[in-house]
């Protein structure tokens, strides 16, 4: 059993900062792609920032700049810094991890529960 939990969120004003942090805990062998997707309101569920491998970050042109992910701290944890927030980045932010489970089993992709980023004033 794999369970990932993020953390952080809430409501903002344009042009502030939030950081969101995410845990992957439980039955894990090894770990793929890492990273973070939004889903706004009648919209489909997008990526935001990922790690490709351990040392390739990826980022959404929309948040090049703005937006930054990190490793490190406790184990199996990454983060994502937000500045200079906008309110078409409201949405829900949600976390996955690809997880190899067990020895010899497929990686799997897990997601945390979600949660809201409102940018409003």
């Known amino acids: 059993q794999v369970h990932v939990v993020e953390s952080g969120g809430g409501l903002v004003q344009p042009g502030g900062s939030l950081s969101l942090s995410c845990s992957a805990t439980g039955s894990i062998v090894s770990v793929g792609a890492m990273g973070w997707y939004r889903q706004a309101p009648g919209e489909d569920r997008n990526v935001v920032a990922m790690?490709?491998?351990?040392?390739?970050?990826y980022y959404a042109d929309s948040v090049k700049g703005r937006f930054s992910i990190s490793r490190g701290g406790a184990k199996n944890t990454i983060y994502l810094q937000m500045t200079g927030l906008q309110p078409e980045d409201t949405a829900v932010y949600y976390c996955?991890?690809?997880?190899?489970?067990?020895?010899?089993?497929?990686?799997?992709?897990?997601w945390g529960q979600g949660t809201q980023v409102t940018v409003s004033s």
């Open positions: 996955n991890w690809q997880v190899r489970p067990r020895d010899g089993s497929s990686m799997i992709n897990y």
């Open positions: 790690f490709l491998d351990p040392n390739t970050p």
